[in-house]
C-alpha cells in the first residue's frame, strides 16, 4: 500500500511537470516558443511545484480521502501555477483581454509572487492533509509555519 502511493505520487509529479514545463516552453520542445526569458524564478517553481503537487496526491492516495480546505489550497495553488509559470505574451487571450504593454509592464513583474504563493498554497495543502502526524510527534501549528515563512 505505502508502495503504491509512492509509485502514485511519483507519476502525478511527472505529469504535472509535463503539463506545466511542456505548454509554457520552459523546457524547449517544438511545439511551443515562449517570447519572453525563462528566469531562474521559472526554474524553481517548475521543479517545486509539480514536487508538492505529487506528495499532496501521494498523501492523498495512502489515506484514501482529503479534508476539503487542503483541496482548496491545492486547487487554488494548481491554478495558481499556471500564472506564476505561464509567458504572459504567449497567451493569445490574455493579450487580447489586456494588451501586451499591459502584460509586460504589470504582470509579468508579479509572476515570481505568483509562484511564491502557490507554494504556501501548495504547502498548506500538504500540511492540512498530514497534521494529524505532526501532532502525533509534538509539533504544534506554530512550529510549522516558522519553519515555513524560513
Known amino acids: 500500500m505505502r508502495r ?6 511519483i507519476f502525478i509529479s511527472i505529469v504535472s511537470f509535463s503539463v506545466y514545463a511542456i505548454p509554457t516552453a520552459i523546457v524547449a520542445n517544438p511545439f511551443f516558443t515562449r517570447m519572453t526569458p525563462i528566469t531562474i524564478f521559472d526554474k524553481i517553481f517548475v521543479i517545486l511545484i509539480p514536487l508538492l ?8 492516495y495512502h489515506r484514501k480521502k482529503s479534508m476539503k480546505s487542503s483541496k482548496y489550497c491545492t486547487y487554488s495553488g494548481g491554478v495558481l501555477a499556471i500564472l506564476a509559470l505561464a509567458c504572459p505574451i504567449c497567451n493569445s487571450f490574455l493579450v487580447w483581454l489586456f ?36 501532532r502525533k510527534i509534538g509539533y504544534t501549528y506554530k512550529f510549522f509555519y516558522l519553519i515555513l515563512l524560513i
Open 53 to 60: 503537487i505529487g506528495i499532496y496526491c501521494g498523501i492523498v
Open 4 to 9: 503504491n502511493s509512492i509509485l502514485f505520487g
Open 99 to 134: 494588451g501586451a504593454t499591459f502584460l509586460l509592464n504589470y504582470f509579468e513583474p508579479l509572476r515570481p509572487l505568483f509562484g511564491i504563493v502557490t507554494l504556501i498554497l501548495l504547502l498548506s495543502g500538504i500540511y492540512i492533509e498530514t497534521k494529524h502526524f505532526w
